[in-house]
């Protein structure tokens, strides 16, 4: 990355390229960069300043996030295993195969940013715009070197402009069929990833008094509000270390309070489901 210019700057450098993008959470009026301030201010003179690390808070309300900054961590060592390789390939290949050149992405409770940062190598030069309502995840996020645009932000009120976006992802995040559909281009596309029931079954397994997994109701609810264009399952095993397992564990919710039982399994089940869907 360019040396002498802080991750501030830089950042606004992307922002700037891409004013008109952005909305303003108070009154929805458009964003535009203020340089001499390093901010983002609406016609109403309503100001978001770029925090120090090259993010920018849209979010008004407080937060109370179930995952925390060891959960992301961990999460980030787990992609950076590889363990989801499988899925950021075929995420990407979908994207290539639409023909968009420089493809306007949103990934929708991105946590710590890992999948789009892993994404923007992958593709050619794509305007990837990461965000999520945990600030931690998103601090996190920065550490990527990846040019993306950082939004600590509600999905269930995007601060982006309608009809703006080619895809919005949505990786085993919460949904909002409404605001995706706002955002998306005319032919745009929701491509929305969620567990399968045999997802990480090695620690449900090993975690008394958790149930199996259905993902019948968000499937049921992607169905309802988007027309499916293209489905896809990827079922595979990852190979575990001790150390591996530890962050395994460690980044999901599931393992909040509760202690795992039993020995290091060999490898951890993966199984998800990518659907690709357009607004009905
Ligand atoms: C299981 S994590 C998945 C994160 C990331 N997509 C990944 O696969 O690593 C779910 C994420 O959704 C985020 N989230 C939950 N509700 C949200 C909301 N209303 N707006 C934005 N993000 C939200 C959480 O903060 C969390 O980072
Ligand atoms: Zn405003």
Redesign the pocket.
């Known amino acids: 990355m360019s040396e002498g210019i802080s991750k501030k700057e830089q950042a606004l450098g992307r922002f700037r390229a891409h004013n008109g993008l952005f909305s303003c959470p108070v009154c929805e009026s458009t964003l535009v960069t203020v340089d001499s301030q390093a901010s983002l201010c609406c016609e109403n003179n309503h100001c978001f300043d770029l925090a120090r690390k090259g993010y920018l808070n849209l979010f008004l309300g407080s937060q109370n996030?179930q995952?925390d900054k060891a959960l992301f961590s961990a999460?980030q060592k787990v992609f950076a295993a590889g363990i989801y390789d499988p899925l950021v390939s075929a995420v990407a290949e979908w994207i290539e195969r639409r023909g968009v050149e420089a493809p306007c992405i949103l990934d929708?409770?991105?946590?710590?940013g890992?999948?789009s940062a892993m994404l923007s190598a992958q593709l050619g030069s794509p305007v990837l715009v990461g965000?999520?309502?945990?600030r931690d995840?998103i601090t996190l996020a920065t550490s990527h070197q990846a040019p993306v645009m950082w939004l600590v932000a509600?999905?269930?009120r995007l601060p982006l402009t309608s009809a703006s976006l080619d895809v919005v992802l949505n990786?085993?995040?919460?949904a909002n069929y409404a605001e995706f559909s706002r955002v998306l281009k005319p032919g745009g596309v929701v491509i929305k990833v969620l567990p399968g029931e045999d997802y990480l079954a090695e620690i449900r397994d090993r975690l008394p008094g958790v149930a199996a997994y259905s993902n019948d109701e968000v499937l049921g609810k992607f169905q309802d509000k988007m027309e499916i264009e293209d489905r896809l399952h990827l079922h595979y095993r990852a190979q575990m270390t001790d150390e591996l397992w530890k962050a395994m564990v460690q980044m999901t919710p599931l393992s909040q309070n509760r202690k795992v039982q039993g020995e290091i399994p060999r490898s951890v089940t993966i199984d998800l489901h990518v659907l690709e869907g357009t607004v009905v």
Request: hydrophobic share 40%; net charge negative.
């Open positions: 996030s995952y999460r929708a409770g991105c946590g710590e890992s999948l965000l999520d309502i945990a995840g509600d999905l269930a990786v085993l995040s919460p």
